[in-house]
């Protein structure tokens, strides 16, 4: 595995593992749960020790999911991300949204907890007065922000006791967006980590040139799109795969090595 730096000096995989789809989408569906758990336990055994969650993915069920998987794993071990709905960003439901979080995945403290969406109807200083608590009682180790333009990220940054670790953003091949506005040089300026989610959506995996790069390696268009991501400074990225192979796949797109023409190519992709 390779790291990233965050703010607080705390080691980071590039690589995590998403769980969008475990356990559910929008709803509950624990008709996979044995599956699921077992994936789950080989892919933290494969190297998938940094996974991102969040309340809301499967009404809290991805969650429970993880909880059983790394019951087996000393908890300094793995690396749990997960986020806060933009719903529960007042004071009172903060602390209620924490609390669930931890007894789903049954520990004591989340690694980095993240504000999933803004909400403009909650005010800013009021969500923080509680991340704040949390993390001086230790209930979260880190904060971070998750779909925060370069303005909402300064007022975090203004109202947070620690250093904001990270924003998650979509960021691919093909979503360039949080270029365009600045996020990203905003984070590698500053020493945040960008953390690109969706890095394999949409028709990144099909595009010709992703395909024809991948083939003079002998890799997949998949290993091409996450090396691209985390060769650059400050991001990584978190794929969901709950397919061995595909999961397996990706981890070895760290051993993929483009060219500078590559990259350059890459950086210059037409959708
Ligand atoms: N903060 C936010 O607002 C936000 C929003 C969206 C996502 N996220 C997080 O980011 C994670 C990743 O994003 P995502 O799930 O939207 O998209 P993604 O990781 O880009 O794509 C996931 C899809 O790609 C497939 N896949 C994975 N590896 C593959 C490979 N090597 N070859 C072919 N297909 C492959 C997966 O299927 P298999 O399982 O069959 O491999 C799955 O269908 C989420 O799971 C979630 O944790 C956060």
Same mark, same amino acid.
């Given at each position: 595995?390779?790291?990233? +730096?965050?703010?607080?000096? +705390? ?7 998403? +769980? ?7 709803? /509950? ?13 080989? *892919? ?36 749990? +991300? =997960? ?10 439901? @903060? ?14 403290? @989340? ?9 403009? /109807?909650?005010?800013?200083? $009021? ?8 993390? /001086? ?16 990220? %300064?007022? /975090? ?30 984070? %590698? $300026?500053?020493?945040?980590?960008? =953390? ?25 268009? &998949? %290993?091409? &799109? ?14 969901? !795969? !709950?397919? *061995? ?13 483009? =060219? ?9 992709? %037409?959708?």
């Amino acid at each position: 595995m390779q790291y990233e +730096t965050l703010p607080d000096g +705390t080691q980071i995989p590039v690589l995590g593992l998403g +769980t969008w789809g475990i356990g559910g989408g929008h709803v /509950a569906d624990r008709s996979q749960d044995a599956h699921f758990v077992e994936i789950l336990q080989r *892919l933290i055994d494969m190297g998938y020790t940094h996974i991102d969650t969040a309340e809301s993915y499967a009404q809290g069920h991805a969650e429970e999911l993880v909880g059983v998987a790394i019951r087996g794993t000393p908890r300094e071990e793995i690396f749990i +991300t =997960t986020k806060v709905a933009k719903e529960h960003l007042g004071y009172d439901d @903060v602390h209620r949204a924490i609390d669930g979080s931890l007894r789903r995945l049954g520990v004591d403290y @989340v690694d980095l907890y993240l504000i999933h969406w803004p909400n403009p /109807a909650i005010p800013l200083p $009021e969500t923080f007065r509680a991340l704040n608590e949390l993390t /001086a009682d230790g209930r979260v180790k880190r904060v971070g922000v998750s779909n925060f333009d370069v303005p909402l990220m %300064q007022e /975090a940054m203004a109202l947070s006791d620690t250093p904001i670790a990270t924003n998650q953003v979509r960021y691919n091949l093909l979503s360039r967006e949080n270029v365009a506005n600045g996020v990203l040089a905003f984070c %590698q $300026e500053q020493g945040i980590v960008l =953390t690109a989610y969706s890095p394999l959506k949409s028709d990144v995996l099909t595009h010709p040139t992703v395909v024809e790069i991948a083939r003079a390696h002998g890799a997949t268009p &998949a %290993q091409v &799109a996450l090396k691209w991501l985390i060769d650059q400074p400050r991001v990584i990225t978190i794929p969901k !795969s !709950s397919d *061995l192979e595909h999961a397996r796949e990706n981890m070895d797109a760290l051993r993929l090595e483009l =060219t500078a023409e590559e990259t350059e190519r890459l950086n210059n992709l %037409q959708a």
